[in-house]
T-cell receptor, first 112, second 112 residues
Framework: AQSVTQLDSQVPVFEEAPVELRCNYS??????LFWYVQYPNQGLQLLLK??????LVKGINGFEAEFNKSQTSFHLRKPSVHISDTAEYFC??????????FGQGTRLTINP | DTGVSQNPRHKITKRGQNVTFRCDPI?????LYWYRQTLGQGPEFLTY????????KSRLLSDRFSAERPKGSFSTLEIQRTEQGDSAMYLC??????????FGSGTRLTVV
């Protein structure tokens, strides 16, 4: 069964510092990968997705992610974070089936 | 496009009572999904509709749970004889394809 692992449950960073949120997936076949952000008491908002093509994917709010097939990773990055980026971030994978499989989430906390 | 709407936003119920949640998807989206998210975890797939047909159900969906999507429009998720373990955020999402779900804000259920 497909699984998604987010290696850090919490990541604290200072404002304007760079950040990387790590995600690994298990799959031996083609996979579609996603990053979602969840603000408190809200649903999930799509940040970016990898379907095929260029391995560097740019999303909203200045985020980007790199698909690495050999390392089965899809890490999310932002060169300079803002207080407003404080939220829970979820990596998800879809192996061509109808459902997304989510990681457990990474809580990003931005300190002034 | 008013997004995916879920009602109610919050529901507190006594153990053993029945509850029903409603999801109104984006009008042109023929696919509708229900997920459950417990505290500190990523969303878990519950069930999927394409138009009015329920095509997949997770084993998480015990016989106390039932979902419908009459006429392929809105959907309802009913939980009978609620248990404390049913306390969670119930998320609805809709899409036109496999590549971009739009999530609602969720219904938070608390069983006391």
């Amino acid at each position: 069964a497909q699984s998604v692992t987010q290696l850090d449950s919490q990541v604290p960073v200072f404002e304007e510092a760079p950040v990387e949120l790590r995600c690994n997936y298990s799959s031996s076949v083609s996979v579609y990968l996603f990053w979602y952000v969840q603000y408190p008491n809200q649903g999930l908002q799509l940040l970016l997705k990898y379907l095929s093509g260029s391995t560097l994917v740019k999303g909203i709010n200045g985020f980007e992610a790199e698909f690495n097939k050999s390392q089965t990773s899809f890490h999310l990055r932002k060169p300079s974070v803002h207080i407003s980026d404080t939220a829970e971030y979820f990596c998800a994978a879809n192996q061509g089936a109808q459902k997304l499989v989510f990681g457990q989430g990474t809580r990003l906390t931005i300190n002034p | 496009d008013t997004g995916v709407s879920q009602n109610p936003r919050h529901k507190i119920t006594k153990r053993g009572q029945n509850v029903t949640f409603r999801c109104d998807p984006i009008s042109e989206h023929n696919r509708l999904y229900w997920y459950r998210q417990t505290l500190g975890q990523g969303p878990e797939f519950l069930t999927y509709f394409q138009n009015e047909a329920q095509l997949e159900k997770s084993r998480l969906l015990s016989d106390r749970f039932s979902a419908e999507r009459p006429k392929g429009s809105f959907s309802t998720l009913e939980i009978q004889r609620t248990e404390q373990g049913d306390s969670a955020m119930y998320l609805c999402a809709s899409s036109v394809d496999l590549y971009g779900y739009t999530f609602g804000s969720g219904t938070r259920l608390t069983v006391v």
